[in-house]
């Protein structure tokens, strides 16, 4: 559906996206990650024909964004960065515009803006001028706006920035409702959210992919040590000792340790579960094992190794 | 065409959901009102003359007010990419906002018409010359609104939109006022390129075609300018 080669932008001096190829199959939801600044919201802005970019090819629906731009901005839904708004017309007047741009026939006009309000729950806003509403019903209005012609394509710049956290789920349901059938492309920093709507992300820093795949491939690729935390009740000698006595256990640290109570951190090697050994361990020195937790490396933790440097 | 007639509908309502339509209606009003009371009653003097030669001056500064907004706002705030990036054409956007700042000209030059209504009660009107002022102050506004949008398109600042717009204006005002310092060869040229000029040659009641070709081509000429200054983006 969405097909980039070797996409380069420069905006004078600085270089935005750097050299950057990728492909989105139909029905993907693919999340762009990346830090502020990252490029992200440009190569947006080259998909959705906002500008050209300076080289390289990039390819929507089969068409080149510059021969094909009147055609792929027809299938496309897009909700840009900032999610900018007419402030001075009410919700119904500004969806009723967009339906004309969007070449809504007269006939289907009505029941799309219905749709939109009634998926969107903007119902309570209708006749409110959107200046006046608060952020989270405008954002909702972008996103009424992005999908009332239903496009094929959905392309989200930071779709839930500024809704409170019910919202967020709310809208994160409807993006993966959409996403069965539509392609989707969204952009964030918020990384449960990737998480929680995307089948695979693309993180991007400083211009350029520095990964891209499922989200199991991105963790099971860039997970290094794993982490037991736990916490011990028994007569404070030799513990640590015999902990770092287990196979795999890369270091041992005590992290706090009060009269008979203490606490550790474990770096594990990868790949290695040793929660059960812990606990015959435990069970075998007669201590008291309070608390045993396995932590596993987070999409944070990846995204933090490859952009934090 | 639907784009065109779309956008042309948002931009009206736009002008007439925030006070921009009432204030500029009212303001114009008062102004050419003002020429047109003056007249009459101290004067004493039963003819529109005057307000319908001031009004195309009061344009110089008020056409631009009514445009610096059109574009330089979607710009600020960002609403320009919306648009842009529907299946529009730049050159919709730039017809639509077009035609709905002419309807809103069109719209305060027609409440003048109470002038000449009060005129023709109590003297003799002129028929000829009052229709070919109405015609050239449609046309003249026409010429300034497309210079107006040509600003706007320019920047994202409505109040440097506002000031490139009136320069330009002006300088096109002024040209035929400037005639005594222009080598002779030059003359008819800057006539010619004068808006004031083609507008005093209508209000005489002289139809004369040169006149208005000169304001339908500076109207398209600017418009095209203008939808070259929208997809400046591209280049």
């Known amino acids: ?309 | 065409m639907n784009n065109v007639l779309s956008i042309y509908r948002k931009e009206l309502r736009s002008y007439f959901n925030s006070p921009v339509a009432y204030i500029v209606i009212t303001v114009f009003l008062l102004i050419a009102g003002w020429f047109f009371a003056t007249n009459f009653f101290l004067i004493g003097q039963a003819t529109v003359r005057t307000a319908l030669s001031v009004i195309p001056l009061i344009f110089i500064f008020f056409v631009p007010a009514i445009t610096m907004r059109s574009i330089a706002e979607e710009k600020k705030s960002g609403t320009i990419e919306l648009l842009v990036t529907m299946p529009t054409r730049d050159m919709d956007i730039i017809l639509g906002k077009f035609f709905a700042g002419l309807t809103l000209l069109i719209v305060a030059i027609l409440f003048t018409q109470a002038y000449v209504i009060t005129a023709s009660i109590f003297g003799n009107l002129d028929g000829g010359p009052t229709f070919g002022a109405y015609l050239g102050l449609i046309l003249l506004g026409a010429t300034y609104l497309a210079i107006g949008i040509f600003a706007s398109a320019t920047t994202e600042n409505q109040i440097i939109a506002f000031i490139i717009g009136f320069g330009i204006i002006f300088v096109f005002f002024m040209l035929d006022k400037v005639l005594l310092f222009i080598p002779s060869p030059l003359v008819s040229v800057f006539e010619y390129l004068s808006t004031d000029y083609h507008f005093n040659s209508l209000a005489r009641g002289v139809i004369d075609t040169r006149d208005l070709i000169y304001y339908v081509s500076l109207t398209a000429f600017m418009l095209i300018l203008a939808g070259r200054s929208l997809g400046s983006r591209k280049w």
């Open chain 1, 1 to 309: 559906m969405i097909n980039v080669h070797k996409l380069t932008k420069h905006y004078d001096q600085t270089v935005a996206v750097d050299n950057i190829s990728f492909e989105v199959a139909k029905g993907e939801i693919v999340g762009f990650l990346g830090p502020n600044g990252a490029g992200k919201t440009t190569t947006m802005k080259i998909l959705t024909c906002y500008m050209p970019p300076t080289s390289g090819k990039a390819n929507v629906a089969g068409m080149d964004v510059l021969e094909g731009s009147l055609q792929i901005r027809k299938r496309i839904g897009y909700l840009p960065e900032q999610n900018p708004l007419y402030n001075d017309l009410d919700v119904l007047e500004y969806l009723r515009f967009v339906a004309e741009l969007r070449g809504i026939s007269k006939d289907q006009q009505n029941a799309r803006i219905r749709k939109m309000i009634e998926v969107c729950g903007l119902k309570q806003v209708i006749n409110k001028n959107i200046g006046e509403m608060s952020k989270g019903f405008k954002q909702r209005v972008g996103l009424a706006q992005a999908m009332i012609h239903d496009p094929d394509i959905l392309i989200l710049d930071e779709p839930t920035s500024g809704l409170d956290p019910n919202q967020i789920v709310e809208i994160r349901n409807l993006i993966k409702e959409i996403g069965r059938e539509k392609t989707v492309i969204l952009s964030t920093h918020i990384l449960p959210e990737v998480q929680a709507t995307c089948n695979r992300a693309i993180i991007i820093d400083k211009g350029s992919i520095v990964a891209d795949g499922s989200l199991q491939e991105l963790q099971a690729a860039f997970h290094g040590l794993e982490r037991i935390s736990l916490e011990i009740k028994a007569a404070p000698n030799g513990i640590s000792e015999k902990l770092r006595a287990i196979d795999h256990v890369k270091t041992v640290k005590e992290e706090s340790s009060k009269g008979d109570l203490h606490t550790f951190i474990l770096e594990v090697e990868k790949g290695q579960d040793l929660r059960e050994k812990i606990f015959d361990l435990s069970v075998a020195e007669s201590w008291k094992l309070l608390e045993l937790h396995r932590e596993v490396t987070t999409l944070e933790d990846v995204f933090r190794q490859l952009t934090h440097r």
